[in-house]
Every structure is written in C-alpha cells, then in structure tokens.
Nanobody, 113 residues
Framework: QVQLVESGGGLVQAGGSLRLTCTAS????????MGWYRQAPGKQRELVAT?????KYADSVKGRFTLSRDDAKNTVYLQMNSLKPEDTAVYYC?????????WGRGTQVTVSS
C-alpha cells in the first residue's frame, strides 16, 4: 500500500524559507506526477506545484517556490523562499499513478507577519 509521508513544515517569519519533503513508501513503480497542494482555513485545496512531464506552478508561488524530484528515492521536495503570510496552509503531498491519486496527511506551514 502506497503511503506518502511529509516533513519540513513549521512556523517561520515572513521573508523566511522552508523546505518540505515527501517520501513515498510501498511503491515499486515510478509515479507519473508528484507535487504539492495546500489548503488554507476556509478555502479549497489548491495546486502549489506538480512535476509530471514538466513542472507546473501556481501563479502565486512562481519565482519563490521550487519543486524537485528524486525518483530513485520516490521523494519530492518543495523549497519555499520569500514566504508570505498568505502562504499559511496545510501542505499536502500528492502522487499520481495511472490516474490514481495518493495523498499524504499534510504538514502545517505558518508564516507570521
């Protein structure tokens, strides 16, 4: 059974940086896509960044966040720089294999002003 485990969230001041890590276990195959979504209180879950054939970013994070993958380790990273209070949310790791989506349990990122 595939499990995604996130780490790296926390509390940071505006302008600071965090790096999120997500590792998939229980999988012997390469995922078609891996990436991150986030959900702020009272809002819908939204795409942050995903990497399939190419890497796609939400407009709100372009130039500040960088997604990278290590397929040998089934791991995806999200380097978040120049964080803003509006980046505060629970960040969820997402992996896709043949239209099946897998989700992590989420990691809280809080950016103080």
């Amino acid at each position: 059974q595939v499990q995604l485990v996130e780490s790296g969230g926390g509390l940071v001041q505006a302008g600071g940086s965090l790096r999120l890590t997500c590792t998939a276990s229980g999988s012997t195959f390469r995922f078609n896509a891996m990436g991150w979504y986030r959900q702020a209180p009272g809002k819908q879950r939204e795409l942050v960044a995903t990497s399939g054939g190419s890497t796609k970013y939400a407009d709100s994070v372009k130039g500040r966040f960088t997604l990278s993958r290590d397929d040998a380790k089934n791991t995806v990273y999200l380097q978040m720089n120049s964080l803003k209070p509006e980046d505060t949310a629970v960040y969820y790791c997402n992996a896709v294999r043949v239209f099946v989506h897998y989700w992590g349990r989420g990691t809280q990122v809080t950016v103080s002003s």
